[in-house]
């Protein structure tokens, strides 16, 4: 497996608890069964992939205007 697929792999297994603080724009989606759903934007951003070289996550982070 290449260094790339595996920083892939590490970022699709890898979960993170997020605080209510780190989330904006927050709209209500549907409910259903046990459960309702929301969207939100998530200000810290979600994982693309490991740095290696960093030794670092890199994330997405939402543009504010």
């Known amino acids: 497996m290449t260094e790339e697929k595996t920083a892939q792999s590490k970022a699709r297994n890898n979960w993170e608890v997020i605080a209510y603080e ?12 046990f459960s309702i759903i ?23 982070r939402h543009q504010l205007d």
């Open 22 to 33: 780190k989330l904006i724009n927050i709209k209500y989606l549907t409910q259903g069964g």
């Open 38 to 60: 929301y969207k939100a934007i998530w200000l810290d951003g979600y994982i693309l992939c490991w740095n290696d070289s960093k030794k670092e996550w890199v994330k997405y």
